[in-house]
C-alpha cells in the first residue's frame, strides 16, 4: 500500500517568514495529493491540494507543489501569522482509483511566534 | 450548506462492549469515509462508503464495521473493545470522492 512520509515533525518560525513542509509518496498511482490543517481540538480542515497533472498550485500565502518523478510534494506557506499555528498534515490517495482512501503523513506542527 | 456532523462527541466504555457511532454528510455529499486518529498511530482510514456499499476498506479488524443509509448517513461499529480502539473517530464526507470534508470527530475512551 501506500506510505506517506512527512518532514519536519515540528516547525517554529517567527511571524512573516515562510514555512516549508514536504511529503513523500511511495505508490507512483496516486494522483490526489491534499493538505489539511487541524488545530488544537479541531477537525482536520481541507486547505489546499494538488491532482497529478498540475505541478503547482497556489492559493493566496499557501502554495502546494508537486514532483512526480520524485515523487514528492511540499506545502509552501508565506508571511505567516500566528493563527498559522496548528499541525500540518499531507496524504496521497494510493492506487485506489479514487481519493477517499488517504494516507496521511505523521504531521507537522507548526509554531509562528512573534 | 451544513458541514459533517457526528454524534455523539464523546464517548465512554469498557473493554468488552461495544459501540455504534454516526454520521451525517454534507448534503449531496454520498461518499462517507471513516478514519481513526491516535498520537502513536496518526490518521488511519477504516473504510468508505458509497451509495450504501462499502468501496474501500482499511487494515483493521473485523470488529470495526460500517453501513451507509439510503439518505448517505453512516454508521461505524466496534465490537468487544479493546482498550487500544481510544481514539478520535472522524469521518469524511466527499460529492465524488476527491475533497473529502471532515466532521468534529467521536472522541471515544475505554476503560
Known amino acids: 500500500g501506500e506510505n506517506v512520509e512527512q518532514h519536519p515533525s515540528t516547525l517554529s518560525v517567527q511571524e512573516g517568514d515562510s514555512a516549508v513542509i514536504k511529503c513523500t509518496y511511495s505508490?507512483?498511482?496516486?494522483?490526489?495529493f491534499p493538505w489539511y490543517k487541524q488545530e488544537l481540538g479541531k477537525r482536520p480542515q481541507l486547505i489546499i491540494d494538488?491532482?497529478?497533472?498540475?505541478g503547482e498550485k497556489k492559493d493566496q500565502r499557501i502554495a502546494v507543489t508537486l514532483n512526480k518523478t520524485a515523487k514528492h510534494f511540499s506545502l509552501h506557506i508565506t508571511e505567516t501569522q500566528p493563527e498559522d499555528s496548528a499541525v500540518y498534515f499531507c496524504?496521497?490517495?494510493?492506487?485506489?482509483?479514487?481519493?477517499?482512501?488517504?494516507?496521511f503523513g505523521t504531521g507537522t506542527r507548526l509554531q509562528v511566534t512573534l | 450548506k451544513a458541514g459533517v456532523t457526528q454524534t455523539p462527541r464523546y464517548l465512554i466504555k469498557t473493554r468488552g462492549q461495544q459501540v455504534t457511532l454516526s454520521c451525517s454528510p454534507i448534503?449531496?455529499?454520498?461518499?462517507v469515509s471513516w478514519y481513526q486518529q491516535t498520537p502513536g498511530q496518526g490518521l488511519q482510514f477504516l473504510f468508505e462508503?458509497?451509495?450504501?456499499?462499502?468501496?474501500n476498506k482499511g487494515n483493521f479488524p473485523g470488529r470495526f464495521s460500517g453501513r451507509q443509509f439510503s439518505n448517505s448517513r453512516s454508521e461505524m461499529n466496534v465490537s468487544t473493545l479493546e482498550l487500544g480502539d481510544s481514539a478520535l473517530y472522524l469521518c469524511?464526507?466527499?460529492?465524488?470522492?476527491?475533497?473529502?470534508?471532515f466532521g468534529p470527530g467521536t472522541r471515544l475512551t475505554v476503560t
Open positions: 496524504a496521497a490517495t494510493g492506487n485506489t482509483g479514487t481519493a477517499s482512501k488517504l494516507t
Open positions: 494538488i491532482r497529478s497533472n498540475v
Open positions: 462508503y458509497f451509495s450504501e456499499t462499502q468501496r
Open positions: 469524511a464526507s466527499s460529492s465524488q470522492g476527491w475533497e473529502q470534508y
Open positions: 505508490d507512483s498511482a496516486s494522483n490526489y
Open positions: 448534503s449531496g455529499h454520498r461518499s
